[in-house]
């Protein structure tokens, strides 16, 4: 019987079209807007239904966009679905489409996402709908743009919806999908009219095409009936069968980390295999939660949370012998009928559980029988967030008790929706660098109390106590003497360190698109990457985005800083920075760390790379760069970067110090400045050495790796990470950690002074050698104790 005939006989409604009975039962609404609901049979809304034919529906409804959008069109569009209803129908569209990013419309703010765009919706019970992507650029690529919706009725929502963001991100094609076409000829003409002003193509793809005919009193005839009708949602008492015991049961789903719950904020190609390899183990733990021997179980998703627990059903109906159906709750009035010719014969209300932008309100779930009914269901999965998860839930009368009145067993799952991406700190409220020259994927721990001292520092890192990255050396404030061999070095290097800036930045752009988004690895790195900032905008006019981000030995990359980048650049763009290569651990360390992130190229550049680690440098020679000569002080003020489990959490990017306090002795600008006044005059042999360079063999010889092996067996320290190579990784031995010896290439010159400087004041024996492939070597002291130094601190010979 179809399940639209109650409806049609009492408010003289007539549906009409090839197809729309099969799709669609008919029910009254309490809305006084509009007096009918089209309820559809395949969106696993309203009514439980297979979650096979649910997913397969919109699979085919994204296979016909594909191949009206062709495969070059289809690869660059964007799917936008609608909330509530047609949140999962659009994500399973995206799905069929293929490689498309999706992203649905919401009507809960969160707090720490901007609202790239907002829309009303003019006949829906609850109109206002927001925009949230995680990634402001998601929406503004030139792609068509693929919207989804249950019905299109009159297209007065999707012309809101285009108008709305053509105006922010304009495009010259859109295609809008839903499952059933009821527009009236004037409603597809003034889509027409309206493409036609807006200077783009608008496709329309549908399941079935029909019509709806309405009286005119149909308002008040809904009215009537709901006067007339008795609220099952509202009556206490039900057929519940004898002595049967109720549960609620929790159960841990092993959510993989940091992947969304949904599209809410945006859900990437890259989101979706990982949910494909992860949902059977987690089917798995959903079926051994139910009983013994169910034989039906609904799925239950709660309002916009719609995709993941159909994903969810659908495997479930693989891992288990019982008949598995999905629906999902809904904040939809709707009058309930116990009919077998109306589309909603049982209702259920509780009170909202989550902060929707519209306030609390009753909620619904329908169709969801009566324990005794024959159709009953043995267990209810319910499928929230962790917003949603709130006490209102759990309550009396909330949404588990009136499920428990209807079913033996209740499970619930709770899915942790992601948390907002931190902000990247800028200049002058963290660092001394300009806001422009770089954003800091860090968090500011400035009142921490990190620092200490190098002795006991380096005791506890060689006893597997501590980490280098748990805490900070105290800030080596140079001698007067010391400054005064800063100034020199840069007075006679400044003209060479410009030369090969210009030469790498040169190589990148020719090489990694003309504009790259620079990421320097902190710290050493970023004074490198906003000198390859500023040449770049002074010799090509280009303003390229740079950042600096954490990456510690041992322990990886900052993932949360991968995901933001991921989020609002692409990640080809991304060209990671650094100062210099020692003997390549670092570079390592970055190609395993980015492996989970297949879209960036875990290619280093630097500014030299006397180990042979890379392919991307300014200059394979070993020689002083003044940055390497100090710490915070020309880095703008900012300590290395901190990761302690105390201190830095899921989620958060990881630490570092602004020393707003040594700003009077900060050179950060003045080395900046120095190396910059070279650009016009080395811009024509950094050219040449760049394309010089680029028709040369320049594959990684890892010949400072080898040495750094032959080295430490033969002093008998027995671990390469005490062992630093090259001008820049002894300066930072000399600096931060307890020396014990400096390997100095023979005839090395003036490119050594203030190692010798540091060494003398240190107490380090300076051993001279004729067959180093580095200017010298820093080795640490390889068997620290505190014992081993004198009462001055100095090193043990």
């Not at 070059?72 to 909330?83: E, F, K, N």
Request: charge should be negative; include cysteine; glycine fraction near 10%.
């Amino acid at each position: 019987m179809w399940t639209g005939a109650w409806t049609a006989d009492r408010l003289g409604v007539e549906l009409a079209g090839d197809g729309v009975r099969e799709l669609l039962g008919l029910a009254v609404r309490r809305n006084p807007k509009r007096a009918h609901l089209l309820v559809s049979n395949v969106l696993g809304k309203h009514v439980p239904q297979h979650p096979a034919v649910v997913y397969g529906t919109a699979l085919g409804l994204g296979h016909r966009v594909r191949e009206l959008l062709g495969e070059d069109a289809a690869a660059r569009a964007v799917v936008l679905g609608y909330a509530e209803t047609a949140t999962g129908l659009g994500h399973c569209v995206a799905d069929g489409i293929g490689h498309a990013p999706y992203l649905h419309s919401t009507r809960r703010p969160v707090p720490g996402y901007t609202q790239a765009a907002g829309f009303e919706e003019e006949h829906s019970h609850h109109t206002s709908h927001l925009l949230l992507p995680e990634d402001p650029g998601l929406l503004a690529t030139d792609g068509p743009l693929v919207l989804v919706d249950d019905e299109f009725s009159t297209g007065r929502t999707v012309r809101n919806t285009i108008a709305a963001l053509h105006h922010a991100f304009p495009r010259d094609r859109y295609a809008v999908v839903a499952l059933t076409d009821m527009r009236a000829p004037r409603d597809a003409a003034a889509l027409e009219e309206f493409a036609t002003e807006l200077g783009a193509r608008i496709d329309v793809v549908a399941l079935a095409h029909g019509t709806l005919t309405l009286p005119p009193d149909v308002l008040d005839r809904a009215a009537a009936l709901i006067s007339a009708q008795p609220d099952p949602g509202q009556t206490p008492t039900e057929r519940t069968a004898p002595h049967q015991a109720r549960e609620v049961i929790r159960v841990a789903l092993g959510w993989p980390a940091g992947l969304p719950d949904g599209g809410r904020h945006g859900f990437t190609p890259e989101h979706r295999a990982r949910l494909d390899a992860a949902l059977p183990a987690m089917a798995d733990r959903l079926a051994a939660a139910l009983p013994h021997g169910a034989a039906r179980v609904l799925v239950l998703g709660t309002e916009e949370l719609i995709y993941t627990p159909l994903r969810l059903a659908d495997a479930l109906t693989g891992a288990t012998g019982a008949e598995v159906r999905f629906s999902t709750t809904t904040r939809s009035p709707v009058l309930a009928v116990d009919d077998p010719g109306y589309a909603i014969r049982h209702r259920l209300v509780f009170p909202a559980h989550d902060t929707p932008a519209d306030g609390p309100g009753p909620r619904y779930a329908y169709n969801i029988p009566p324990s005794a009914d024959a159709d009953a269901f043995d267990a209810v999965v319910v499928v929230t967030d962790t917003p949603a998860d709130t006490p209102a839930l759990h309550a009396p009368g909330g949404l588990l008790a009136r499920l428990a009145e209807r079913t033996p067993r209740v499970v619930v799952v709770t899915v942790p929706a992601p948390a907002p991406l931190p902000r990247p700190l800028h200049g002058p409220h963290f660092s001394s660098y300009p806001a422009e020259d770089c954003g800091w994927l860090l968090q500011d721990l400035s009142d921490a109390a990190l620092e200490a001292p190098t002795e006991e520092r380096e005791e506890a890192i060689q006893r597997g106590g501590a980490h280098y990255a748990e805490s900070l050396p105290v800030e080596y404030q140079p001698s007067p003497e010391y400054q005064r061999l800063f100034h020199s070095a840069l007075t006679v290097s400044a003209a060479r360190v410009a030369r090969a800036v210009g030469a790498v930045t040169e190589t990148v752009l020719a090489e990694r698109g003309p504009r790259p988004v620079l990421v320097s690895l902190a710290r050493a790195g970023t004074p490198v990457g906003v000198l390859m900032r500023r040449y770049a905008a002074h010799t090509h006019g280009l303003d390229l985005p740079h950042y600096a981000i954490s990456i510690v030995r041992g322990r990886g990359i900052d993932t949360t800083a991968v995901r933001w980048l991921a989020a609002h650049h692409d990640p080809a763009d991304v060209v990671f920075v650094d100062g210099w290569t020692g003997k390549g651990a670092i570079t390592r360390e970055l190609a395993d760390a980015l492996r989970p992130y297949p879209g960036f190229d875990p290619d280093l550049a630097v500014l030299a790379d006397p180990g042979g680690c890379v392919r991307t440098y300014g200059t394979r020679e070993d020689y002083l760069i003044p940055s390497a000569c100090l710490n915070s002080t020309v880095s703008g003020l900012v300590s290395r970067t901190v990761l302690r489990a105390d201190l830095v959490g899921p989620g958060d990017f990881h630490g570092a110090k602004f020393y707003r306090d040594l700003a009077g002795a900060d050179l950060s600008a003045h080395f900046l400045d120095a190396v910059a006044a070279h650009f016009p005059a080395v811009t024509a042999d950094a050219k040449a050495d760049s394309a010089a360079l680029r028709a040369a063999d320049r594959a990684p010889t890892w010949a400072g790796w080898h040495a750094v092996e032959r080295i430490s067996e033969g002093y008998g320290i027995g671990d390469v990470n005490l062992v630093k190579p090259g001008v820049g990784e002894t300066t930072r031995v000399l600096l931060r950690r307890v020396p014990w010896r400096v390997l100095a290439r023979r005839g090395a010159g003036a490119d050594l002074d203030h190692v010798r400087l540091l060494a003398e004041q240190r107490g380090v024996p300076v051993e001279e050698t004729d067959d180093l492939p580095y200017t010298c070597v820093g080795l640490i002291h390889p068997r620290y104790t505190r014992g081993a130094t004198g009462a001055d601190g100095k090193a043990a010979s």
